[in-house]
C-alpha cells in the first residue's frame, strides 16, 4: 500500500480515447487525482463516475486533471467511455501490473464473494440493466482505491476501498487536491 507523503509510482499510457496520458507531465500542471475501479459494469464504479464528473471541470481547470485506471478488458472500456460520456483519462490494465504496483488488491467481504460466485448469465444480465447491453468483465472482486498527487510527485491523499460496493469520495478528493 502506498501511504500519504510516499513517493507516487510512475502511471503513463495510452487512453481508451485521446492522447498519451503521462503522470509526470499532468502533475506539472498541479495536483492529480488517480483513480482504480473495479468492475466497470459495477453499480459502485457507476456512482463513483458521476461523482468524478462532477469534480473533473475544476481538477482539469484548476490542478492537473485525474485519471481513471481500470482492469475490465478493452472491448468493454471502448464501450462504457462513450456510453459514459467519460471526459478524463481511461487506463487499461488487465493484467494488474499498475494496481500491483500502486498496491491495490482484491476485495474482501461478502461483495466481493457474491461478485465472484455470480453465473456468467447473471453477471450479463445485471450489466444489460446498468449499461443497455452485456459488457464483457473480468475481475469483478477487485477492490477500488484513489489518490492526489501533487506536483513533486508525492501522495498527498491516499484511499483504499476494501468492498467492490465502496464508492470514491469525490468531493475528499477535491479537497485534498485543491490544499
Do not use: C
Request: hydrophobic share 45%; glycine share 12%.
Amino acid at each position: 500500500m502506498i501511504e500519504v507523503g510516499e513517493e507516487a509510482p510512475p502511471l503513463a499510457g495510452q487512453p481508451v480515447f485521446g492522447l498519451p496520458f503521462d503522470l509526470t507531465r499532468a502533475r506539472g500542471r498541479g495536483a492529480v487525482g488517480v483513480v482504480f475501479f473495479g468492475a466497470l459494469s459495477s453499480g459502485a464504479t457507476l456512482d463513483s463516475f458521476h461523482r468524478l464528473t462532477a469534480i473533473w471541470s475544476k481538477l482539469d481547470g484548476e490542478q492537473g486533471g485525474l485519471v481513471v485506471v481500470t482492469r475490465s478488458p478493452l472491448e468493454a472500456a471502448r464501450d462504457f467511455v462513450p456510453r459514459h460520456h467519460v471526459l478524463f483519462p481511461m487506463l487499461v490494465d488487465e493484467e494488474g501490473a499498475r494496481y500491483h504496483t500502486w498496491g491495490i488488491g482484491r476485495a474482501s467481504g461478502v461483495g466481493a464473494v457474491f461478485a465472484r460466485s455470480q453465473p456468467g448469465f447473471v453477471r450479463r444480465a445485471v450489466s444489460v440493466l446498468r449499461n443497455g447491453q452485456p459488457l464483457p468483465e473480468a475481475h469483478v472482486d477487485q477492490a477500488p482505491a484513489a489518490f492526489v498527487v501533487d506536483r513533486a510527485g508525492k501522495v498527498t491523499w491516499a484511499w483504499y476501498g476494501a468492498s467492490v460496493n465502496d464508492r470514491v469520495d469525490a468531493d475528499s478528493l477535491w479537497y485534498a487536491a485543491s490544499r
